[in-house]
């Protein structure tokens, strides 16, 4: 019997794949992407197209998350932590 790691839910937007291709040319990420030169903000690992795990602003610019379930939830708490600054600031 496998033990659960989650300890809470986090919400998940899904695309398909045409609409993460037409919002990394948006984002002007999508050439980083197919090259091999965008790395996962959390890991480093090596972003494809068949690896993201979801895209995250930092400091008003887009980076990439990998696919790994330990990057998807950091990125999940680095997201919900600045949502909380962003309400208690103003």
Do not use: W
């Amino acid at each position: 019997m496998m033990k659960s790691v989650v300890k809470r839910r986090i919400p998940v937007t899904a695309i398909s794949t045409d609409e993460v291709v037409g919002l990394l040319h948006k984002l002007n990420l999508y050439d980083d992407v197919v090259s091999g030169k965008a790395k996962c903000f959390i890991c480093g690992r090596k972003i494809t197209l068949d690896n993201i795990g979801g895209i995250l602003m930092v400091n008003g610019k887009p980076v990439l998350v990998c696919d790994r379930p330990s990057c998807i939830a950091r990125a999940a708490l680095l997201s919900k932590e600045k949502q909380q600054v962003a309400v208690t600031s103003r």
